[in-house]
């Protein structure tokens, strides 16, 4: 014979299992929100990013100009103080050349100011796109965080409730009801309320179902079928 509150145990004890597997369901799609969240804003960033990087580069090549500027007016200032021809020349070389060189850059700018205009608006584009959608699957994740704490300290609960009911329980039964869920799988208490067998699922004839039901023992009857400790519902 066990003790009845162990079916009160039991009960909790399914609760919890049932508290927990919900709780790993809302734990992994909290995961795949995030990851999927994590994603667009990857791929936002990135879009970003490369605008950036030619945003600089561009700047870097008006620096340049502004550099080779002032290198030409340097160059002017020493051909007014060349001290022969031949110096002469050679500082008129080098005008030209950095002139040349200012010609290719602003080419090159022209090329890239274009590249910049191109991934701003594909920035812009892709941001009016994503935001909403990161913005709604955040929305979706801080109600799902409130659901699991909520689930936790469900859990937390019924594991003190559990607790609580075993304190007033001997130790030997305990042990024997242990032993038991291992060889019913968890399911030590049947209900037979329904006419069959909660545990093993067969049904009873109408006569050994009303005999069963006449010599009902909480704690102590059992399925004739499986063994397990039988019970109804009121």
Known sequence: MLNEKLLEVQNKEIELLRLKTKLQELLK?????????????????????????????????????????????????????????????????????????????????????????????????????????????KGEIEELEVEIEKLEKKVESVVKEIETLKEGIPEEELLRFEELKEKFNGLVFADISSGACEGCGITFSPAEFKELLKNLEPGKSKCPYCGRFIYAKK
């Open 29 to 137: 799609e909290k995961e795949a929100k995030e990851r999927l969240l994590n994603d667009l804003k990857a791929k936002l960033e990135s879009a970003e990013k490369k605008l950036e990087e030619k945003k600089k580069e561009l700047k870097d090549l008006k620096d340049f100009i502004l550099y080779k500027q002032e290198r030409i007016e340097e160059l002017k200032a020493q051909k007014e103080r060349a001290k022969n021809r031949n110096e002469f020349k050679q500082i008129l070389r080098q005008i030209a050349k950095n002139e040349d060189e200012i010609i290719k850059t602003k080419q090159e700018i022209t090329k890239v100011e274009a590249e910049v205009e191109t991934l701003a608006e594909a920035y812009r584009k892709l941001k009016e796109e994503l935001t909403p959608q990161i913005e709604s699957i």
